[in-house]
């Protein structure tokens, strides 16, 4: 059978692939994305309790109604925002919120500009639904942006601009003055920002997460993008969602209906427990576990000779490998995992160009007794 162009074009993803060459090796993975906290107590209970009471039945293709409202209440006790149910689409986890706004919003041709390093799957999904992508750089420490620069850039075909806030994989936090700077580029050039804000509570050194819907002037032409695979540690669950004008919310539930017809129903009811019981010193509490891990992942890294900088946000940290040998990234993170057992992910993932990468990124969201399992492997790194 000959396959369509679509499915041709979607790479199996480097983070799968070193998963797969991990667990051959027994190795240690820190290329997957997973959380590695307990599901919190109240999720297990609400979902035990969906299942005990039969709630098998497909939900509306929105979601649980009260689920939606309670996603509204969190969002407005962080940040204030006046968002109500209506505003919420509840889908296949932010990954399906994603593909379904994205749907909703933009047309095969349609130009969209992100920034490197990117999340693969936004380069997927675009590209799965035909869009053109402008990719531009962003560098470490900061990965600052040229909004001089980005202002330039923006085509008659550029409808939108994506952001991760926090940054998958660079850790980028973005300020209340980028986003304005954003905002500024979005409303004279009638675009559309998606803002991926799944990490909203992995922020460390006491910075403040500013939120894109945080910003009055964008409140009419953004799609935040949150989930809640990473923050009660559900990544196989698939909940996620997507805030944005009614308008979109309304247009994305049709498309939500067709591709997933709903979210899995008793789930929902194990999430929302959680947002109705969980206090807000559990977010709080996640970030300061987290900034702990970084702390003493980043140290191990630096001491090992694989120069890393303290991120501010997520829970993945790109280290330099280029004293490890190989000819590329890609041989460089199997020979890592040859030398210590962990398994990383080449950088080449999350870049449009893999020339001249000596990048590899670890995920330290892992559980004490793994982290310190790695950092003592790190101690046996010998570099010459
Ligand atoms: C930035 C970002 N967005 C979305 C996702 C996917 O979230 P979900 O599991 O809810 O589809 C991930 C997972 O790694 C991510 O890093």
């Known amino acids: 059978m000959n396959l369509s162009n679509k ?5 199996q993803s480097e983070i799968r692939a070193m998963s797969i060459l991990c667990n051959e090796k027994n190795g240690l993975n820190m290329a ?7 599901v919190p107590l109240p999720v297990i209970e609400g979902t035990k309790e969906a299942l005990d009471t039969g709630k098998n039945i497909y939900t509306s293709a929105y979601g649980n109604y009260n689920l939606r409202d309670a996603i509204a209440n969190k969002q407005n006790s962080f940040y204030d925002q006046g968002i109500t149910a209506d505003n919420i689409l509840v889908s296949a986890g932010a990954t399906g919120a994603f593909y379904t706004t994205a749907m909703t919003l933009l047309n095969e041709g349609d130009e969209v500009i992100l920034f490197e390093p990117y999340y693969g799957y936004h380069v997927s999904t675009l590209e799965s639904i035909g869009c053109k992508i402008k990719f531009i750089k962003t560098t470490p420490p900061h990965y600052g942006i040229d909004f001089d620069y980005l202002a330039s850039q923006v085509s008659e075909d550029t409808k939108a601009i994506l952001i991760c806030n926090p940054s998958n ?42 939120s894109a819907l945080s910003i009055e002037s964008l409140k009419k032409s953004t799609v935040v993008i949150s989930g809640f695979s990473k923050i009660y540690s559900i990544t196989g669950w698939r909940l996620g969602y997507a805030i944005s004008t009614k308008e979109v919310i309304d247009n994305a539930s049709a498309l939500n209906d067709l591709i997933y017809v709903c979210p899995p129903a008793p789930l929902q009811y194990g999430v ?8 807000k010193s559990y977010y709080t509490d996640v970030a300061k576990e987290h900034q702990v891990k970084r702390d003493k992942f980043i140290k191990a890294l630096n001491e090992a000779g694989l120069k890393a900088e303290y991120i501010k946000g997520a829970y993945y940290v790109l280290a330099d490998i280029s ?28 870049y ?27 101690k046996g790194l010998k570099i010459n």
């Open 7 to 11: 499915v041709k074009n979607i790479a």
């Open 32 to 38: 997957q994305g997973l959380c590695d906290l307990e």
């Open 272 to 279: 929302l427990k959680g947002l109705q019981e969980l206090p």
């Open 169 to 210: 994989p660079s850790g980028k936090v973005y300020t209340k003055e980028e986003l304005n700077s954003i905002s500024t580029i979005v409303n004279q050039n009638d675009l559309v920002l998606f803002s991926d804000e799944m990490y909203e509570h992995f922020i460390y050194d006491g910075l403040e997460f500013t």
């Open 352 to 378: 449009s160009d893999a020339k001249d990468l000596n990048l590899a990124r670890f995920c330290f969201s892992k559980k004490s007794e793994e982290l310190d399992e790695a950092i003592e492997r790190l």
């Open 323 to 350: 004293s490890i040998e190989g000819s590329d990234d890609k041989e460089k993170v199997v020979n890592l995992l040859e030398l210590t057992g962990i398994a990383t992910v080449p950088a080449r993932a999350f």
